[in-house]
């Protein structure tokens, strides 16, 4: 259903007949800019809501929440050239909602800035820098599984497409110019890699899907608790069709975690400095009572530990004492010369993963075996030089 007041310069595609002119018109693009618009804001089951696509001079809104022929669509699409600007969001739930994986090659325009070392990487601050163009604000966080879209919802898919190829242009060529086009290939395809073509991505691990930010300094119990809790929010929210975040707080889990080992059988209306959401009532109140009640039962042997093995965080217990001074530092020096951020160029888990390593006579297998692209091993082989100099 198309918006209230006209937008103009697009065409909204809700019928067969729109869709198959798209997939016709597509058929002779070589480039085609595309986004996503989804509803994980509102709906437990996140969902595309609307696929914005650009090429040859025209832009296309096509309603996914019609009955339309969309894996017409995607098929064509995916032989094409795709110009997309931070895409790792938008092929994780294309692949997720509808299987889709490009065949064709992809151009992100948030990486290309990031390898230039531009100081400002977002979509409107790129539209700005390269072509002086204002890109429309306030939509982004809009309910967009409602319809009709309004005008301004429009307003704003329209343009998160239709600049894209020319922005996409004069990244491609200062890419060229300072001989960094391969960084964003392998930087594409790891992206690809991550959001849509491996495909145990799709299935969550159960041993770590609960574990959220800010777990580091919890003892066993009080990560027993947070699991509790976690595994609590989840059932309801997926009951209610609400995102998780709408029914608790992660803040509000571990204060809730912390407090509730400190006083076990406790009613939690006690816990003064938790905040709790308005509505915990009834059934929802005492599920979350019956939470709590499995975590403070739950043997020692059951658990949870402290870290997960080969947890691929920043931080590990087992590599603690690593002193990364020198090595961030040597990073820091290589990234200032190329003009980038040195966690483009390595990580601290990828810093801890080869210190630690004992085979350091491989480097370039141990870069192969961290997830290190190619076109970063002579820089990190410059960093070790650099720190062993200094040693």
């Known amino acids: 259903m198309e918006p209230n007041q006209p937008v103009a310069?697009?065409?909204?595609?809700?019928?067969?007949?729109?869709?198959?002119?798209?997939?016709?018109?597509?058929?002779?693009?070589?480039?085609v800019a595309i986004d996503t618009e989804c509803d994980s804001l509102y709906h437990y089951f996140e969902k595309v809501c609307l696929l914005q696509l650009s090429f040859s001079g025209q832009n296309y809104l096509v309603d996914t929440l019609s009955n339309i022929k969309l894996n017409a669509i995607l098929e064509v699409l995916s032989y094409r050239r795709i110009i997309v600007h931070c895409g790792d969001y938008d092929f994780r739930m294309l692949r997720k909602c509808y299987g889709f994986k490009p065949r064709g090659e992809v151009f992100d325009t948030w990486i290309a800035a990031r390898l230039l070392g531009m100081p400002k990487v977002s979509l409107t601050d790129l539209a700005s820098e390269l072509i002086g163009i204002d890109m429309p604000k306030g939509s982004q966080k809009s309910d967009w599984s409602a319809r009709p879209l309004s005008t301004k919802q429009v307003e704003y898919a329209v343009k998160d497409t239709s600049y894209l190829e020319q922005m996409a242009d004069i990244l491609d060529e200062r890419l060229k110019a300072k001989g960094r086009s391969n960084w964003l290939s392998e930087c594409v395809v790891e992206m690809l890699e991550r959001s849509c073509l491996n495909e145990d991505d799709s299935v969550p691990d159960p041993a770590k899907q609960w574990r959220i930010k800010g777990l580091r300094t919890l003892s066993q119990r009080q990560l027993e608790y947070v699991r509790q809790i976690w595994y609590w929010r989840d059932s309801l929210a997926r009951k209610s069709d609400r995102p998780p975040f709408k029914v608790m707080s992660n803040e509000t889990i571990i204060s809730l975690a912390?407090?509730?080992?400190?006083?076990?059988?406790?009613?939690?209306?006690?816990?003064?400095?938790?905040?709790?959401?308005?509505?915990?009532?009834?059934?929802?109140?005492n599920d979350l009572l019956d939470a709590l009640d499995a975590a403070a039962n739950t043997s020692d042997k059951e658990l949870p530990p402290v870290r997960l093995p080969c947890d691929n965080s920043d931080y590990d217990e087992d590599f603690a004492?690593?002193?990364?001074?020198?090595?961030?530092?040597?990073?820091?020096?290589?990234?200032?010369?190329?003009?980038?951020?040195?966690?483009?160029?390595?990580?601290?888990?990828?810093?801890?993963?080869?210190?630690?390593?004992?085979?350091?006579?491989?480097?370039?297998?141990?870069f192969k075996e961290n997830g290190i692209l190619p076109w970063k091993y002579q820089?990190?082989?410059?960093?070790?030089?650099?720190?062993?100099?200094?040693?």
């Open 9 to 31: 310069n697009y065409i909204y595609v809700d019928t067969n007949e729109k869709a198959d002119e798209l997939c016709l018109n597509m058929e002779n693009a070589k480039s």
């Open 258 to 285: 912390i407090w509730a080992s400190f006083n076990p059988g406790k009613p939690i209306r006690e816990a003064k400095k938790v905040k709790l959401p308005g509505n915990l009532v009834g059934k929802k109140y």
């Open 321 to 366: 004492y690593v002193n990364l001074e020198p090595y961030q530092r040597a990073a820091q020096q290589v990234a200032s010369r190329l003009k980038i951020e040195s966690p483009i160029l390595i990580t601290r888990s990828q810093w801890y993963l080869i210190i630690n390593n004992s085979n350091k006579d491989q480097l370039e297998q141990i």
């Open 379 to 391: 820089y990190i082989k410059e960093m070790l030089d650099i720190v062993n100099r200094n040693q």
